[in-house]
């Protein structure tokens, strides 16, 4: 079975940094490219960004209002994509997707279940 | 920033068509945007619908068509049924890895 499943998010103070994981089975995980997306409680869907396999230089692409402060990385050898975020704020509290990106039909087709992440003192 | 919009919110009776869409901030909405469309359930992950302007994914009714109308992205859907009463939301690609989503519309089935 596809499946993506993303761990990590939990209580963090203003100004702290988090480290999500999503780890990904029943696919050749080492060949996609791996987006994140996150939701605030009752706002829409937010592009966060993505990384890109092996054969595409592990390319990384970031929102432009978060850029400088995110990290995408990946471990094929564990199959899993890591966001990494500092200096996070009350603003980045949501739920975060990790998504895989077809890059041949551009279309986001398999999501993870989410991982919370509050941002609160 | 160019923003990507669409309907706060659209009501259809149950049996009904109903078309959804998704703009540019600035400009037009091309094929080159690669419109996707997703529906999301309240407290669950999205679910892909349509990409590459009109490329059903898998599994999904021929209730659900995309399209280019004018200078935005379209969703259709025709014969509403109750359970399609959830959230929309249109993505476009803006180029250099960068994918950008819109504020998502609301469908009420009643």
């Known amino acids: 079975e596809v499946q993506l499943v993303e761990s990590g998010g939990g209580l963090v103070q203003p100004g702290g940094s988090l480290k999500l994981s999503c780890a990904a089975s029943g696919f050749t995980f080492s060949g996609s490219a791996m987006h994140w997306v996150r939701q605030a409680s009752g706002k829409g869907l937010e592009w966060v960004g993505r990384?890109?396999?092996?054969?595409?230089?592990?390319?990384?692409a970031f929102a432009a209002s978060l850029k400088g402060r995110l990290t995408i990385s990946r471990d094929d050898s564990k199959n899993t994509a890591y966001l990494q975020m500092d200096s996070l704020k009350t603003d980045d509290t949501a739920v975060y997707y990790c998504?895989?990106?077809?890059?041949?039909?551009?279309?986001?087709?398999?999501w993870g279940l989410g991982t919370r992440v509050t941002v609160s003192s | 920033q160019t923003v990507v919009t669409q309907e706060p919110s659209f009501s259809v009776s149950p049996g009904g068509t109903i078309t959804l869409t998704c703009g540019l901030s600035s400009g037009s909405v091309s094929i080159s945007h690669y419109p996707n469309w997703y529906q999301q359930t309240p407290g669950q992950a999205p679910r892909t619908l349509i990409y590459s302007t009109n490329t059903r994914s898998s599994g999904v009714p021929d209730r659900f068509s995309g399209s280019i109308l004018g200078k935005k992205a379209a969703l259709t859907i025709t014969g509403a049924q109750a359970d399609d009463e959830c959230d929309y939301y249109c993505a476009l690609y803006m180029g250099s890895g960068i994918w950008v989503f819109g504020g998502g519309t609301k469908l009420t089935v009643l």
């Open positions: 998504a895989r990106f077809d890059e041949t039909l551009r279309v986001f087709d398999v």
């Open positions: 990384i890109r396999n092996k054969a595409n230089s592990y390319a990384t």
